[in-house]
């Protein structure tokens, strides 16, 4: 935890059935154990066994969490895998308006 605040990630999760799941926390390890107790995402139950297959840290700006998790979300799932692969990177495959 920084002084301004938790450090936010954003974090790629495989299924058993090999599909990826998108979310955003301050502490990805207890978030996957959530998921695996089912006491995540109603996505994910029954999808185990579950792998946490990438993480990115963001920092401690919640909203700018939430907006990559977005970007993600949307992605193809060839480009997901690239993420998980780091074969690319995410400004490679985001989108960043200019402010």
């Known amino acids: 935890m920084t ?15 090999n599909a990826l799941y998108c979310g955003i926390s301050t502490d990805t390890e207890r ?14 139950r029954g999808k185990g066994p579950l792998t946490l297959v990438w993480q990115y840290e963001v920092g401690s700006n919640k909203s700018q969490a939430l907006q990559l998790e977005y970007q993600i979300k949307r992605l193809n799932k060839k480009d997901k895998e690239s993420l998980v692969a780091g074969t690319c990177s995410l400004d ?7 402010t």
């Open 3 to 17: 002084a301004a605040g938790p450090c936010w990630w954003v974090y790629l999760i495989r299924t058993s059935g």
């Open 31 to 44: 978030r996957l154990k959530q998921h695996q107790q089912g006491q995540g995402a109603k996505a994910l």
């Open 92 to 98: 490679q495959l985001t989108y960043t308006p200019s």
